[in-house]
T-cell receptor, first 113, second 115 residues
Framework: KNQVEQSPQSLIILEGKNCTLQ??????????LRWYKQDTGRGPVSLTIMTFSENTKSNGRYTATLDADTKQSSLHITASQLSDSASYIC????????????FGTGTKLQVIP | NAGVTQTPKFQVLKTGQSMTLQCAQDMNHNSMYWYRQDPGMGLRLIYY???????DKGEVPNGYNVSRLNKREFSLRLESAAPSQTSVYFC??????????????FGQGTRLTVV
């Protein structure tokens, strides 16, 4: 069964600090991996997408890495801001169509002043 | 562009009542989806429509029906609501191009409570 596991479940960090969120997956065959940010009461918004051949992708202060051999991804947030407080969801697609998508349960990040 | 618009944003139903959740997108996407999000679980696909005129079941379709009214609109209907359908519902749309899905755009969600 395709699975996406994220850790930690929740995280509290001080404003200005860095943090790294983890994603392990067992989805096969692998097509791509996305990280989404979901603010409270809003729908998810895509941050990055990586395919099998990509091992790092940046979007401003967000940097995602992918190790397709170990089936692990991480999302690194640099110099955190209060607006980074949100849930971050790892989403893995298998080949063949969007319906073959597995969502992780997310990491809830709280940035405090 | 409004993106993906869902209505209503909040709804309370009594067990056994019916209702339709509306979704419209203005990005000319072919594919549209309905998900539910429950605490401690990832988003789960209820139904999807790969293109206008087609609909298919997702992971958790029981108790729901859908209609792809046209390219823009994809509605989700609960015929006889049950407390287990208390959830946050998200509509999304995307394109499928060159063997890959483009980014999915999500609506703001409908928070449904069935009492």
């Amino acid at each position: 069964k395709n699975q996406v596991e994220q850790s930690p479940q929740s995280l509290i960090i001080l404003e200005g600090k860095n943090c790294t969120l983890q994603c392990n997956y067992t989805v096969s065959p692998f097509s791509n991996l996305r990280w989404y940010k979901q603010d409270t009461g809003r729908g998810p918004v895509s941050l990055t997408i990586m395919t099998f051949s990509e091992n790092t992708k940046s979007n401003g202060r967000y940097t995602a890495t992918l190790d397709a051999d170990t089936k692990q991804s991480s999302l690194h947030i640099t110099a955190s801001q209060l607006s980074d407080s949100a849930s971050y969801i790892c989403v893995v697609s298998s080949s063949g169509g969007y319906q073959k998508v597995t969502f992780g349960t997310g990491t809830k990040l709280q940035v405090i002043p | 562009n409004a993106g993906v618009t869902q209505t209503p944003k909040f709804q309370v139903l009594k067990t056994g009542q019916s209702m339709t959740l509306q979704c419209a997108q203005d990005m000319n996407h072919n594919s549209m989806y309905w998900y539910r999000q429950d605490p401690g679980m990832g988003l789960r696909l209820i139904y999807y429509s790969a293109s206008e005129g087609t609909t298919d079941k997702g992971e958790v379709p029981n108790g729901y029906n859908v209609s792809r009214l046209n390219k823009r609109e994809f509605s989700l209907r609960l015929e006889s609501a049950a407390p287990s359908q208390t959830s946050v519902y998200f509509c999304a749309s995307s394109e499928f191009r060159q063997g890959r899905n483009t980014e999915a755009f999500f609506g703001q969600g409908t928070r449904l409570t069935v009492v």
